[in-house]
Nanobody, 125 residues
Framework: QVHLVESGGGSVQAGGSLRLSCRTP????????MGWFRQAPGKAREFVAG???????????DYADSVKGRFTISRNNVVDTVYLQMNSLKPEDTALYYCADAPRGAIRDPEYDYWGQGTQVTVSS
């Protein structure tokens, strides 16, 4: 059963923008915490951004240093979708991007119960 579906990847030039979306076909988001990760060829999967609910309709967001100030994570619980707005893209942002739901520990750690299939982002110089 597919739990998460990413979309929005593509090819852009450096300095461009993309918005990734992650939705749950069955509307089964945990509504607690989720994250975005990426993996470039030959490299380990790395944390990009994440958010955790701290109170009703209040979320704490965290970002990798490499994307801070350029990427923004957000969510719309009405349509069970989480977004990653990526601005000022750089060639080093090229990777397969995954969303993940229901972390078992810290949102930065890649230990989640559910993963999407990934969407490719390619940034050319």
């Amino acid at each position: 059963q597919v739990h998460l579906v990413e979309s929005g990847g593509g090819s852009v030039q450096a300095g461009g923008s993309l918005r990734l979306s992650c939705r749950t076909p069955g509307g089964t988001f945990s509504h607690n915490a989720m994250g975005w990760f990426r993996q470039a060829p030959g490299k380990a999967r790395e944390f990009v951004a994440g958010m955790r609910r701290v109170a009703e309709n209040e979320y704490y967001s965290d970002y990798a240093d490499s994307v801070k100030g350029r990427f923004t994570i957000s969510r719309n619980n009405v349509v069970d979708t989480v977004y990653l707005q990526m601005n000022s893209l750089k060639p080093e942002d090229t990777a397969l991007y995954y969303c993940a739901d229901a972390p078992r520990g810290a949102i930065r750690d890649p230990e989640y119960d559910y993963w999407g299939q990934g969407t490719q982002v390619t940034v050319s110089s």
